[in-house]
């Protein structure tokens, strides 16, 4: 099966959050909370026409979505991103744009689900440490700068993994 057509799921800056001001950093914060209610009522529409039933529980939701991700994600070839001391670039696979953005919008429907059960838990941005490998970007968590978690990273990493 096809990775069905998803709208992109891209916010206005399309700067490495590295390279991010504060202020511009947290304009995409701000720009994602906003878009983010109409985006994921998107995705449950996706879903829902592809049979995948919202009035059961969240865990079978998220399962059936993550098994609807991964029988249409697809690979497209990459050159290997080791540096050129190692020898000649080796080709390699990366889950391809569609597959990123569906990874996106189940990555935010996971991290609705877990705002919903978890009191206090929201987006912020994780400004701790600039070797932070989520530095500036928006993350789960309960307090400014303690634990956190970014829910797509992982589904991108979980898809990644399914399919090698």
């Not at 497209?76 to 190692?86: D, H, I, N, Q, R």
């Not at 978690?149 to 990493?157: K, L, Q, R, S």
């Amino acid at each position: 099966m096809e990775l069905i057509d998803v709208r992109p799921f891209i916010l206005s800056l399309a700067i490495p959050n590295r390279e991010m001001t504060r202020a511009q950093a947290i304009g995409e914060l701000n720009e994602l909370l906003s878009v983010l209610p109409e985006r994921l009522n998107y995705f449950r529409g996706v879903l829902a026409g592809d049979g995948i039933d919202f009035s059961q529980p969240p865990e079978h939701v998220l399962d059936s979505a993550g098994q609807w991700l991964i029988s249409r994600a697809s690979l497209v070839p990459k050159k290997s991103t080791l540096p050129a001391w190692l020898g000649k670039p080796k080709m390699t696979t990366d889950i391809s744009i569609p597959t990123m953005s569906a990874c996106c919008y189940l990555g935010y429907l996971f991290g609705d689900y877990l705002i919903r059960d978890i009191p206090g838990l929201h987006y912020d941005l994780v400004i701790d440490e600039e070797r932070n490998v989520f530095y500036q970007k928006p993350c789960l968590m309960l307090r400014q700068n303690e634990e956190h978690f970014e829910p797509v990273n992982m589904v991108m990493n979980y898809v990644q993994r399914a399919m090698e």
